[in-house]
């Protein structure tokens, strides 16, 4: 399971997983401007990249994410549904 917090400083959202609850896997940034949403995944992969708005970052991120760290529930196509990111990821 995943877990997301807010920076209330710096507005950048990090995302943490229960076998490492102080040390996030990763994280989006709002970019100045409006042009989008960086996110970046230290896991797995260690991807990076950037989407329209804070919604398509978040499905991007999560699934990068939950397949790192073995989640089964992963679409054989490698996309997960907005119903399933919402459950992997719970708000603290």
């Known amino acids: 399971m995943l877990a997301k917090r807010r920076c209330p ?5 990090n995302y ?3 076998l490492e609850p102080f040390m996030a896997v990763g994280s989006i940034t709002e970019t100045a401007q409006s042009r989008g949403c ?3 995944s230290y896991i797995g992969e260690e991807a990076a990249g950037i989407s329209a708005n804070m919604a398509s970052a978040e499905r991007r991120l999560a699934g990068l994410l939950l397949s790192a760290i073995g989640n089964p529930a992963k679409s054989p196509a490698g996309r997960r549904t907005q119903d399933r990111v919402s ?3 719970a708000v603290r």
Not at 9 to 13: F, L
């Open 16 to 18: 943490y997983c229960d």
């Open 9 to 13: 400083y710096t507005g950048i959202v």
């Open 38 to 40: 960086v996110w970046r």
């Open 87 to 89: 459950a992997g990821i």
